[in-house]
Each structure stands twice: as structure tokens, then as C-alpha cells.
């Protein structure tokens, strides 16, 4: 199906053409056009090109309205005020354009971007052997839309999942299980894991397990030098590459699997496993990524440390802080782990853009990590890395989400509780008893972990937001909850419509309610677009709310099904319900929220 080029694209150029007939020594000028409620759209570009022109701009707009004329598409066009120009669409352009939009039931008349790249994406980022907790929600709701955004777009994308499954404290659990073997139940699901799925039993009893070896092991650590002496040797063949120590370590990785899997699962995310690539996954490279760092001379021994250092970055003292590559005790920082992932992703995954769903108080370090891949030539001109980096979690006071013993919340806690608080608005908005047991629960699901995605993704990345699910859950205000049941209801308004089938007649009038509806739909797809180019769920999400409010408002003006309509408006409303219903449906689906029929 071909693309739609949307109204506002198609009356911008029209404008521009027009500035380059009437106003040839302008050049190519923009002519600034925008919505506005004194009409569909307003531009103001002339008022700028009065004064590099020097002439009066009512003037020059009354020249740009007589080289434009009159067409099938533009109504009417005024000159306003110092020089704006107000134009309004006629009502059959418009329905012609929505019309174009619902013969493409895909992709709604939404074209691919003219040059997409490759785009490796590092997000869902829990640790091996350690409960995923609220601070694990932002980096995995985050990351998935912009998948969906991105490859919606046409963009390749490569997930990256860089589980935290490395380093000391693995010494510490493989010596324990070693000396206690009966410690950890066999839990592990390898089909399950292999398909990227588990059960939330078996997610659960996996942890269990994990987390009880691992207070054990982290008790003996702490009160006994001598298992400590043991634990630190183990490390050492770990990353030797002893069998027997690497056969346990995969051991606590495929546990952690499953149980990663069933959290996952319960978000309605889908991971996959050859995209899980841990801190592990580079640990052949980290030598070669310091020898190449330090022959090229952008890392430099300092006491004893191999170390980058930049002008910019002093500690309170005054001091340069350094990116600290490898320690002075031989062992591998953070830093070698992110930069050989670096190497990897651009030389081998031939990435365009390097996109990090991370914490923001991570910034400084992948700052540093960025500039030293510039320096040493792995990041050039043609690839860019980017950090998406997203603001905390809040509790309802304000503070950092915490239980009230002072405890991280556990991940599954809170979205056990968003499905539990969203089936019991589900069960009470089912007046009719129209559902099942069995459909109350999915729904409860489909509008809980609805409902705690949209409060996330409704809210700039950057931003900390408060959660609060008795908002979150609400059938009022900016929630997903409202947008579901407007869905919901344009569904029941289809199946009730009996014979009448939705057919756009572009030789009605359209009332305000309508027009407002029908220009707003038409711009779905500059939205999308616009939103996965900037990594910004949050516009999406507005634009979908306001669908939402405008469709509520077209309900209440305009009456679909009433016996007083004639046959074509009828047909046309209920054209207008089923490409909104259908644009919602395709919004919310790319934000990773699903839609029910019913409610």
C-alpha cells in the first residue's frame, strides 16, 4: 500500500511553492505552518520574511495568497493581523485523506523513513542471581517502545540485553555451592529458556533459590577471611576459564534466565534469548580493548591503573577523575566491559546509532565511555551513540519508591499489585455481567501492566515520576486506562451498528467535532515518526490521549447510530469511530500496551 502524505505535509509545500513563486528573492523560505484555533492551520513564516526583505508583510502575504489559488484542498485562506496567513481545509479533503489512511489497514497510510539505519538498542539491563526491583521498570518499559517506534519506522534494530553476570561476586556464590552443593534446587527450564519464556512458578522458585544461596554465601563472605581468600581465588578461575567454575557460573545464569523470563513475561514483554548478551558476552575482548587503548595512547598508566582522562572531569578537589579501564590490580572496570560492547556493536552488528535505555545518574560514565571510543576511532562520523537516560521512580511523598521498612520494591510486587488493583475496576465497570472469571483476569492483566507501562511512557524519559496506582488505574485524566475504554467503546458502537458498515463519503459536510477528529487523525503518522526519531514515547503518548479526548468529544456532539441520521452519516461516523479505534489500537500497540474489545 503506498503512503499517504498527510494534510499538514501536503498544505506546507503547497505554501512554500507559493513563497517561491510570489517571493523569488526570498529563496527557499518556510513558511512556518502550525494548528491553530483561529482556523485549521496558521503560518506565520511571512513576518520573518518582511524584515530580511524590508517590506510590509501583509503586503507580501496577499502576493502569497494570490500565488496559491484555489484547489480541492484549501477552502479558504485569509491574511490576519501584521501578516498571517489562516487557512482551512475543505471537509472533503479531509475525508479523502483519512479515507486513503484506512484502505491500508497495516500501516494506516504511515510511510518508512526514506534512509533507515541500524540501530543496536542496550535496555532490560537486570542482574545474574538478584531480583529485578522497581528500578529495573523504567529501562525495560522505556527500551520496548522505542523498539516498536523504531522498527515501525523501518529501522533495523538489534536488542541488547547486557545483563549484569561477571565479576566478583559470582566467586563468592560458585565457592559456596561448591562447599554447600544440596544449597540450590534445579530449577532451571531449558526449553523455556531457550524460547525466551517461563512460567511465573517457575520465575519464582528460581529466585528463591538464587536469593537464599545468595545471602548465605554473601553471610560466610563477610564473617570468614578464610572462605573470602577462597571465593576471590575462585574469581580468578572464572575468568581463567576453569570448566568446572564456568559450568556453575552458567548454572546461576540459566536460573536467573527463568526467572528474568517470567518478569518479563508478566510486563507482556517479549525477550529473546540470543539478544541476551551479559557483561560475559565481551570478556574475550577486554584485553585487546586495553592494548589497543594504550598503544594508540588515549588510555595512560596511572598507579598502576590503565586510565583515560579528559579536561572537563575533575572530582570536588579539583583533581581529574579518570575512566578507569583496568584496575590496578589487573581487573577489568565497567569501562572495559562498555567499550569492548562498543567495538563489537559498531565492527561487527555494523550499527549506525548506539542507543542506552540507562539511569541518568549513569551519564558521566557514558559520557567518558563515548569520548574514549571517539578518541581511539571506533565511534566516527557516521555512527552516533546515544543515551537515553531515564529520571527515578517516586513514591507517592515525592521520595524514592521504597516499601515501608525502607526496602527496593520488588518488580513483581508492584505489577502484582497494578493487576490486582485493575481487575477490580474491571469486575466493577461489568455492570451487565458480560464477563467471565476467565475474562475479567486477562482483562485485569491487559489493563494493569497497561496502566503502569502508560504512566511511564506518558512522561518524558528524563523526568522522575510518581507512582501512584489509584491515578494510574483511573477511568479520568491522562491514564491508559481512559484510552482503553475509548477503544473499548468504539468497539461496542461497531458491533451494535447491525447492517450500517463504516464508509467514508467525502460529500458530507463535516460538523466541528468532526473536522477536529478527522485533522488530528490525519497526523498519526508524523507523530510516530517524529517520536522514534527523538527516542520519544512520551509524544506518542499525548497524541494518543488527545485522539482519546477528541473522540470522547466527537461521541458526545455527534450521535452515530441515532435513527434521525441518514443512511451516509451514519456510515461516515462510523468510518470516523473505526480509523480511530484503529489508530489507538496501532498507537498503543507500539508503546507495548495492549487494547481489549471489551471492558
Known amino acids: 500500500m503506498a503512503s499517504v502524505t498527510s494534510l499538514t505535509a501536503s498544505v506546507h509545500q503547497r505554501l512554500a511553492d507559493a513563497l517561491a513563486a510570489a517571493l523569488p528573492e526570498a529563496g527557499a523560505a518556510d513558511p512556518l505552518l502550525r494548528r491553530s484555533d483561529r482556523a485549521d492551520y496558521q503560518a506565520n513564516g511571512i513576518l520573518a520574511l518582511a524584515k530580511k526583505l524590508k517590506g510590509n508583510p501583509r503586503e507580501l502575504a496577499t502576493k502569497v495568497v494570490d500565488a496559491i489559488g484555489a484547489d480541492e484542498v484549501i477552502q479558504d485562506i485569509e491574511v490576519s493581523g501584521p501578516g498571517f496567513l489562516n487557512l482551512t481545509l475543505s471537509d472533503a479533503a479531509i475525508t479523502r485523506n483519512l479515507a486513503a489512511r484506512a484502505a491500508d489497514p497495516a500501516r494506516l497510510g504511515v510511510p518508512l523513513a526514506e534512509a533507515p539505519g541500524t540501530t543496536v538498542i542496550d535496555y532490560a539491563q537486570p542482574n545474574v542471581a538478584k531480583e529485578m526491583h522497581v528500578g529495573h521498570l523504567r529501562s525495560a518499559v522505556i527500551g520496548d517502545a522505542v523498539v516498536r517506534m523504531l522498527e515501525f519506522t523501518g529501522e533495523q534494530v538489534v536488542r541488547r540485553h547486557h545483563i549484569g553476570d561477571w565479576g566478583t561476586q559470582f566467586g563468592m556464590l560458585i565457592q559456596y555451592l561448591t562447599e554447600h552443593p544440596g544449597e540450590l534446587a534445579a530449577t532451571a527450564e531449558s526449553v523455556a529458556v531457550e524460547a525466551g519464556q517461563a512460567s511465573e512458578e517457575a520465575g519464582e522458585q528460581a529466585m528463591s533459590s538464587l536469593n537464599r544461596l545468595y545471602k548465605a554465601s554473601r553471610a560466610l563472605f563477610d564473617s570468614d577471611e578464610e572462605f573470602k581468600t577462597r571465593a ?27 526467572y528474568f523470563y517470567s518478569v518479563f513475561n508478566k510486563l507482556d514483554m517479549e525477550i529473546h534469548d540470543a539478544d541476551v548478551v551479559g557483561e560475559s558476552g565481551y570478556n574475550a575482548m577486554l584485553a585487546e580493548t586495553c592494548r589497543l587503548l594504550e598503544e594508540s595512547g588515549v588510555a595512560v598508566r596511572s598507579e598502576g591503573a590503565l586510565c583515560v582522562f579528559f579536561d572537563d572531569v575533575k572530582g570536588p578537589d579539583g583533581q581529574p577523575v579518570p575512566l578507569i579501564v583496568r584496575k590496578s590490580d589487573g581487573g577489568f572496570g565497567y569501562a572495559a566491559t562498555d567499550l569492548s560492547a562498543i567495538r563489537d556493536r559498531v565492527f561487527h552488528l555494523k550499527a549506525d546509532t548506539l542507543l542506552y535505555v540507562v539511569d541518568a545518574r549513569q551519564s558521566l560514565h557514558f559520557k567518558m565511555v563515548f569520548e574514549t571510543a571517539r578518541r581511539a576511532g571506533w565511534l566516527g562520523e557516521d555512527v552516533k551513540a546515544v543515551q537515553l537516560a531515564f529520571g527515578t521512580v517516586l ?3 515525592g521520595k524514592p519508591f521504597k516499601t515501608r521498612e525502607g526496602e527496593t520494591v520488588r518488580l513483581v510486587d508492584l505489577l502484582d499489585e497494578a493487576v490486582e488493583r485493575a481487575t477490580a475496576v474491571v469486575r466493577e465497570k461489568d455492570v451487565k455481567e458480560q464477563l467471565t472469571e476467565g475474562q475479567i483476569a486477562e482483562r485485569g492483566a491487559e489493563v494493569g501492566i497497561g496502566a503502569v507501562k502508560y504512566a511511564d511512557l506518558s512522561t518524558s524519559a528524563a523526568r522522575d515520576y510518581k507512582f501512584d496506582l489509584d491515578q494510574m488505574v483511573s477511568l479520568n485524566g491522562d491514564t491508559s486506562v481512559y484510552l482503553q475504554y475509548a477503544y473499548a467503546r468504539i468497539q461496542s458502537i461497531l458491533r451494535r451498528a447491525g447492517e450500517a458498515r463504516p464508509a467514508a463519503h467525502p460529500e458530507l459536510a463535516l460538523a466541528p467535532a468532526e473536522r477536529a477528529l478527522g485533522l488530528h487523525l490525519d497526523q498519526f503518522g508524523e507523530v510516530a515518526s517524529d517520536a522514534a526519531a527523538e527516542y520519544a514515547p512520551h509524544k506518542l503518548a499525548a497524541y494518543l490521549y488527545q485522539t482519546a479526548s477528541l473522540y470522547t468529544t466527537f461521541y458526545d456532539q455527534c450521535h452515530v447510530l ?26 498503543m500497540a507500539l508503546l507495548g500496551i495492549r487494547t481489549p474489545e471489551q471492558l
Open 232 to 258: 576471590r581465588r575462585r574469581v580468578v578461575d572464572l575468568q581463567a576459564g576453569d570448566p568446572e567454575t564456568l559450568a556453575m557460573w552458567q548454572r546461576f545464569v540459566d536460573e536467573s534466565k527463568v
Open 395 to 397: 513514591g507517592k511523598d
Open 562 to 587: 441515532s435513527a434521525d441520521n441518514a443512511p451516509e452519516v451514519v456510515e461516515n461516523r462510523l468510518f470516523l469511530c473505526d480509523l480511530t479505534g484503529r489508530t489507538l489500537d496501532r498507537g
